[in-house]
């Protein structure tokens, strides 16, 4: 079962920031928090991930709020390319849990 | 550094027949994933390969099963496909296995319609 609850979707004004949520209220102190993205048809592509501190890279970043409850990912200026599912994902955590256990996501439009 | 590359990039196979397909990891990678994507199940886990040994396995029949290389290489064969089969099947490869701070870094996909 995902770990995770995203909205399922969400616009966003090209060339705005684009703020996905995602809360994983049950996340146990050793669980990551992962995002991926996925454009129509390709494989999923790795975004960001991070533990309890925030996170930028040059694609994103990820903050995540104290408790570690819920986290924020940022596309600072999104694209039209920039249009995909997003998966956020809470990996870790016992044996056996090193896969990525993906939900339904959040659908990303960017509008121009 | 080349990515996660997979072949055959599309299939169509039969009822009944048997199908392999083939992934190689980005160069250094050591952990092989497979996982499944359909409509209705989304993104699930099949297998986890490291160092030619299966580490871990997703909730699938018998008839999904794997294998991995002394280079890392790995292939995946499903037998006597079925209708539920056609999916698109991914690859991701990892630095390593069995840690989860480790991201992984997905393929294109083969696209697998069954008949």
């Known amino acids: 079962d995902a770990k995770t609850t995203q909205p399922p979707s969400m616009d966003c004004a090209e060339g705005r920031a684009a703020n996905l949520p995602c809360n994983h209220s049950?996340?146990?102190?050793?669980?990551?928090v992962y995002w991926y993205r996925q454009i129509h048809s390709q494989g999923p592509q790795y975004i960001i991930h991070?533990?309890?501190n925030n996170e930028t890279n040059e694609m994103a970043s990820l903050i995540i709020t104290e408790d570690r409850k819920s986290s924020t990912l940022i596309l600072p200026h999104a694209t039209l390319r920039d249009t995909a599912v997003y998966y956020c994902?809470?990996?870790?955590?016992?044996?056996?849990?090193?896969?990525?256990?993906f939900g339904k996501g959040t659908k990303l439009s960017v509008i121009p | 550094k080349a990515g996660v590359t997979q072949t055959p990039r599309y299939l169509i196979k039969t009822r009944g027949q048997q199908v392999t397909l083939s992934c190689s990891p980005i160069s250094g990678h050591r952990s092989v994933s497979w996982y499944q994507q359909t409509p209705g199940q989304g993104l699930q886990f099949l297998f986890e390969y490291f160092s030619e040994t299966q580490r871990n396995k997703g909730n699938f029949p018998g008839r999904f099963s794997g294998r991995q290389f002394s280079n890392s290489r790995s292939e995946m064969n499903v037998s006597t496909l079925e209708l539920g089969d056609s999916a698109l099947y991914l690859c991701?490869?990892?630095?390593?296995?069995?840690?989860?701070?480790?991201?992984?870094?997905f393929g294109p996909g083969t696209r697998l319609t069954v008949t």
């Open positions: 991701a490869s990892s630095p390593s296995a069995g840690r989860w701070s480790y991201e992984q870094y």
């Open positions: 994902i809470v990996r870790g955590s016992g044996a056996g849990s090193y896969q990525l256990t």
């Open positions: 049950t996340i146990s102190g050793n669980e990551y």
């Open positions: 991070g533990l309890k």
